[in-house]
């Protein structure tokens, strides 16, 4: 008898160069729509963005994709198989724009206006930005040994139809507009990416889709500008010099944990949703074939947030849902070793700050409608039909949210108007102003509460019901939803005063009076 010969575990084949490049232009374009939405739309100062929040946010990414690349290592040798396929991380499209368009620029432009220069503010934010990611990473830190409880007490209709509602909103109306900005350079770039990625169409040449299109939408819109034919605003942004920073642990973000506080309704959901996507990436890397525990799974994408936070960066990691795409491509376990220190070096050495400086916002946004209309897309295909209602009845809290966006914009609504939004009554219930702004604070944690509690019914299980509107009850008290501070910050209820408690307590009321409603419904007799 002979010996079987082991498997040439390789390090890297052919297919590692097409998942390097599609994980790649992943991260690069949400790192560009972070800096492309924290200085073009917020003016946030460019050199905080590129030397003191990238490094660390790219570092986050370098950790998470070494573990990774050694846990597919370890998994090939215990199976002793040759196609394990790594599974890709990088940083989450959803919550690092939420964190982005939500979080950081409305912090910066509140810092100064009150009273902080720009460095100060620029400094605050990014102390708060440090802080929200160790926060999350300590969410998921522990939601990593409960993964599953969380999946069972949340149906999925709650937790996706809370972000596809944020999705639709958020990161599909708010990025088109910043689209059709520049209208040719934006419809051109959306209409490819819907070609390669929704109609699967033929392309003339052998590259991934969306680098395709970010080279053809970059194309025309320095082509375009140069030639004097493009939107007016154009100009050649400044080269960022390459210089070494490195993203040292930093004590910054122990400051930056009372500026939080505020922000809890958007942070907590944005964890709790990165360990029920762990949870989902795994069963799907499982299904392909790749048995990663999912533990591991959900333990390894919470240090890499940690490690990012305490190291200065703005933007939690996440596995990707791609796995099998990935294996399909042909790629095994270097991909994500090769796109891990590209972009981990990058940000140390500076070049992915240059690389993102030259991506114009009307090339990156479209990538991050699409985002949003799949994620709309799934949070209906990926529940049951009779739930189908309740996803879409999620999506309403976050429309309230777009619209207070908007109405604290001085260009939509006049500030002193604004502020005095708990103010008088018109003999038809509370104020119009004031309604929108309390249903749009704590959007996501209020549409999950709602879900739930019409699934529930829809069930026949009004005692769960009961239970969420309960739930929806106390956290409206303490402003965690519904909060009558236009910022959203939470507060004990009995130091409310005026108009604004008269709405405190007509909103947690109401779940009070419904939930007793659906409780005396459900001691009937069943026929």
């Known amino acids: 008898m002979t010996a079987s010969a082991s498997p040439v575990r390789r390090w890297f084949v052919p297919g590692d160069l097409n998942g390097f490049f599609g994980l790649v232009v992943d991260n690069l374009s949400i790192l560009g729509f972070i800096a492309a939405a924290l200085i073009g739309i917020f003016q946030f100062p460019a050199e905080v963005v590129f030397t003191r929040m990238f ?38 499209a959803p919550t690092s724009i939420g964190m982005a368009l939500l979080v950081l620029g409305p912090a910066f432009v509140g810092f100064k206006q009150a009273g902080l220069d720009e460095q100060a503010a620029a400094n605050a934010t990014w102390q708060l930005g440090m802080a929200s990611l160790v926060v999350m990473g300590v969410l998921k830190l522990v939601l990593s040994f409960f993964g599953d409880a969380v999946t069972r007490a949340v149906p999925r209709a709650g937790l996706l139809g809370s972000i596809g509602g944020a999705a639709l909103t958020l990161l599909g109306f708010l990025p088109l507009i910043e689209t059709l900005r520049q209208p040719i350079v934006g419809f051109v770039t959306f209409g490819l990416l819907l070609y390669v990625l929704v109609a699967k169409g033929r392309l003339p040449v052998k590259l991934p889709g969306v680098l395709l ?91 890499s947030t940690l490690v990012a936070g305490v190291c ?79 996803v879409a009845l999620g999506f309403l809290p976050s429309v309230a949210y777009l619209l207070t966006i908007k109405f604290g914009n001085p260009a939509w609504i006049a500030p002193d108007r604004f502020a005095g939004l708990y103010e008088g009554v018109d003999g038809h219930g509370l104020p119009d102003l004031a309604t929108i702004v309390t249903l749009g604070n704590g959007f996501i944690i209020t549409a999950m509460i709602w879900t739930t509690a019409l699934v529930a019914m829809i069930d026949g299980r009004n005692g769960r019901a009961v239970v969420a509107l309960l739930v929806g009850a106390v956290l409206t008290l303490f402003g965690i939803i519904h909060s009558v501070d236009p910022r959203g ?39």
């Open 489 to 527: 910050g939470i507060y004990l209820p009995w130091d409310v005063e005026g108009l604004r408690a008269t709405i405190l307590w007509q909103f947690a009321g109401a779940y009070a009076a419904l939930a007793a409603l659906l409780g005396a419904l459900s001691l009937q007799k069943k026929p």
């Open 55 to 92: 490094p660390g946010t790219a570092l986050g990414v370098l950790v998470g994709n070494l573990i990774y690349t050694w846990m597919a290592h370890r998994l090939a040798a215990k199976t002793g198989r040759d196609d394990v396929t790594a599974m890709p991380l990088g940083l989450d």
């Open 213 to 303: 299109a970010f080279i053809v939408g970059t194309a025309l819109y320095y082509g375009l500008g140069l030639a004097g034919l493009g939107a007016p605003g154009f100009k050649v942004p400044e080269a960022v010099p390459l210089a070494l920073t490195l993203p040292l642990p930093t004590l910054g973000w122990l400051d930056g944990l009372a500026y939080t506080v505020p922000y809890l309704p958007l942070l907590l959901p944005f964890g709790l949703l990165m360990v029920v996507g762990g949870i989902n990436v795994s069963e799907s890397a499982r299904a392909a074939g790749d048995d990663y525990r999912t533990r591991d799974v959900l333990l390894a994408e919470a240090v």
């Open 312 to 390: 200065g960066g703005v933007a939690q990691t996440t596995p990707y849902i791609g796995q099998p795409a990935y294996k399909h491509m042909g790629a095994r376990k270097g991909y994500t070793l090769l796109t891990g220190v590209f972009i981990g070096v990058g940000g140390v050495l500076g070049y992915v700050s240059g690389l993102v400086q030259w991506l114009p916002v009307a090339v990156l946004a479209p990538i991050i409608v699409y985002v949003g209309l799949d994620i709309t897309v799934q949070a209906f295909t990926e529940t049951p039909r009779k739930h189908a209602i309740a």
